[in-house]
């Protein structure tokens, strides 16, 4: 409070919209069918399942990052098919103690997100490179992205869909600088959930 009294330049990571997550998770697909080499394709493809499961499931984006490869076989292909289990192992929700997660959603939201079909896509891109075990959310050598990486796409996306589609934000967003200002992989994503939720 102290510092804002005195002039902080203070910024909270805006909602993004449901509407705005549909055309968001669609600019990954197309990005990553257009790709010109499986290294991109499967960028895109992680990232696509970033956003869905930070949206779906109210995640912070370094709680997105720690969805664990070795036990998401299992938990995808479980015996329902309405439902999926997203493993993750480390420190959520304020937790002091790294331990392992088991998040419960549905495979296909009400408003038409099928996070299951995005971990499908994300399994084969992990099979395509070998890898069994170790972060889900990771970059061609199986090592584990950062929440800036995520970031950098994020806001190509949303630049790309604010100059395709301005309607869909706010009328303050004026520039893509301005998009930077406002969204982040942060917070966004479960502001949006949070919004959606109450809505």
């Known amino acids: 409070g102290c510092k804002k009294r005195m002039g902080q330049d203070w910024r909270p990571n805006r909602a993004i919209s449901n509407e705005l997550v549909h055309r968001l998770l669609a600019f990954c697909k197309e990005r990553y069918k257009s790709s010109d080499s499986f290294d991109k394709t499967a960028d895109w493809i992680i990232a696509g399942t970033y956003f869905a499961t930070g949206y779906v499931c109210s995640l912070r984006g370094p709680e997105g990052l720690l969805v664990d490869l070795e036990e998401l076989p299992a938990m995808i292909n479980q015996s329902n098919p309405d439902e999926i ?9 304020g937790e002091t103690n790294v331990r392992h997660h088991k998040l419960f959603s549905v495979a296909t939201t009400l408003s038409g997100i099928d996070i299951k079909t995005w971990y499908r896509r994300s399994l084969l891109v992990h ?11 990771c970059d061609s050598k199986g090592l584990q992205l950062f929440t800036r990486d995520l970031n950098f796409k994020f806001w190509e996306a949303l630049g790309e869909i604010w100059q395709q589609e301005p309607e869909l934000f706010l009328s303050d967003i004026k520039t893509l600088p301005d998009i930077e200002l406002v969204y982040n992989v942060f917070r966004s994503l479960r502001r949006g959930s949070d919004s959606r939720a109450i809505e």
Request: glycine share 16%; proline share 10%.
């Open 85 to 93: 289990a997203i493993p993750l192992l480390g420190r959520v929700k």
């Open 127 to 137: 099979r395509a490179y070998g890898r069994t075990r170790g972060p889900a959310v």
